[in-house]
């Protein structure tokens, strides 16, 4: 079997960058093509978006299960062959959520728009919960499982800062309207982009850590035993929390940046350009980490960038930055924690895994990350919801050409506002929940060492 290396980590990117074409894409537009193109209330939309993620975190957990019960073609992986089917779906989620039905009418529309974002949330979910599991049997070595959670964090990068930042370009013509047909055919390359993302993960990652089942048996897996092992991890649970939060910025941020530059700026471009600066702080945090993670561990780095972010962010709500330039500057450097949780978070919960095992010899991978993820999920339709309900509370008028000035200063407040409550929710998770420090982590991975030699 080919040893850990260079190729599982550009593998393992591969995979975070095919679903973040389709994910970051409809997270950051879906919202604009609903509110611009179909005429969606803003309040509809968000309470869809909270609703459709208790439903997805719901999917969540049976698709966790799945990888653990039964294993699926030939080659004896447990969740590689999972997302070579589940690649497909996620493509044509995509291109189904920004195909133009304005003309259907009201309700036929409402419908349609309730069916397609239902359709991704289970699409993702069966894609996302395999690939997040596999970096849990790629390795079980602490410092290569850290390799593959920054490696996580630049795939996401990827797109999110290098293609999805020039996405307004496209959208938006020369007077700052939207032009409809534009979405469409950002989905048509994005679903294909993806697909072919997802094969590179197929062919370049291998599953190390295998059990003995061959294909089609069903294990004596309790999911029962596999829920009583998680509410009972600590760790997992500070984690589930931490990431509610980090989500929670994500997701909201994410919807309101676009309109953000468009309306309250007048500079739709700003968004192009915001995320090169996003780019710089991300290459300089993807230098420098392990470095910081090998003097401070893990869990202090983010409690000390977090708490940095938390005043930060809190400074820039109270302080209006008139000057685009200057506002973009000081918002990458102040939400500099949430591009560190990113990098690191990924590490963390692989070790609340390992926490799991050691504490009860099972491997419960799929169903620990598909209850992690149920938290995610949470995170992510609570952030959908506020982004969306903050439009509806400062004003926000749904088809229209333009915002009024007091519309667009009160979404900026939105905008610099909603990490404050993000970073809250980290530093509990993190700092007061999630136990692991650096002497008991070093302890946990020294017995589990010594149990699977015995192996």
């Known amino acids: 079997m080919k040893k850990f290396g260079v190729r599982d980590q550009v593998g393992y990117a591969l995979g975070d960058i095919g679903g973040s074409f389709v994910n970051l894409y409809i997270g950051s537009f879906f919202l604009i093509f609903c509110t611009y193109v179909l005429g969606v209330s803003p309040y509809f939309m968000g309470t869809m978006f909270l609703l459709a993620k208790v439903f997805d975190a719901i999917c969540n957990v049976i698709m966790g299960t799945l990888p653990d019960r039964w294993k699926l073609g030939k080659s004896g992986d447990k969740f590689l062959p999972y997302i070579n089917i589940s690649k497909w779906i996620l493509a044509a989620a995509c291109l189904l959520a920004f195909a133009d039905v304005s003309s259907w009418g009201s309700t036929a529309t409402h419908v349609w728009v309730v069916f397609v974002y239902l359709f991704f949330c289970v699409a993702y979910t069966a894609d996302s919960i395999p690939y997040g599991s596999l970096a849990s049997v790629i390795t079980n070595d602490p410092v290569e499982r850290t390799k593959l959670s920054r490696a996580r964090a630049i795939g996401g990068m990827v797109v999110g800062l290098g293609f999805l930042s020039f996405v307004p370009m496209f959208i938006y013509d020369k007077s700052g ?48 035993d596999a829920f009583t092992v998680a509410i009972k991890n600590r760790p997992l649970i500070g984690m589930m929390v931490a990431s509610i939060g980090s989500l929670l910025m994500i997701n909201g941020v994410s919807q309101l940046a676009p309109i953000v530059f468009a309306e309250r700026y007048q500079m739709p471009g700003a968004f192009a ?28 780095l ?49 070790d609340c895994i390992d926490f799991a095992e050691l504490q009860t010899g099972k491997h419960y991978e799929g169903t620990l990350y598909s209850l992690y993820s149920f938290a995610r999920k949470v995170g992510m339709g609570l952030g959908a919801a506020i982004g ?55 302890e946990m991975y020294a017995a589990l060492k010594e149990r699977r030699a015995a192996n």
Do not use: C, H
Not at 185 to 191: K, N, P
Not at 200 to 220: C, F, M, N, Q, Y
Not at 309 to 329: C, G, H
Not at 398 to 424: D, W
């Open 177 to 224: 309207a939207v032009i409809p047909q534009a979405f469409f055919y950002i989905a048509i390359v994005f679903s294909i982009l993806s697909v072919l993302a997802y094969t590179g993960l197929i062919r370049l990652t291998t599953e190390r850590i295998r059990d003995d089942k061959p294909a089609g048996t069903k294990s004596d897996y309790s999911f029962k």
């Open 273 to 300: 350009i915001n995320s090169f600066i996003s780019i710089g702080v991300t290459l300089i945090l993807f230098g420098i980490i392990p470095k910081l993670v090998a003097k401070f561990n893990k869990r202090n």
């Open 302 to 350: 983010i409690i000390a960038t977090s708490l940095f972010s938390f005043v930060a962010a809190l400074v820039m709500t109270l302080v209006t930055i008139d000057n685009v330039y200057l506002f973009m500057v000081l918002y990458n450097v102040a939400t500099i924690g949430s591009s560190v949780f990113v990098m690191v978070v990924w590490a963390l919960v692989t």
């Open 388 to 442: 969306s309900y903050a439009l509806g509370w400062v004003g926000f008028v749904s088809g229209a050409k333009a915002q009024s000035p007091e519309v667009a200063n009160g979404i900026l407040k939105m905008y610099t506002g909603m990490p404050i409550l993000a970073f809250i929710l980290i530093l509990i998770g993190v700092g007061l929940i999630y136990d692991l420090n650096a002497k008991r982590t070093t």
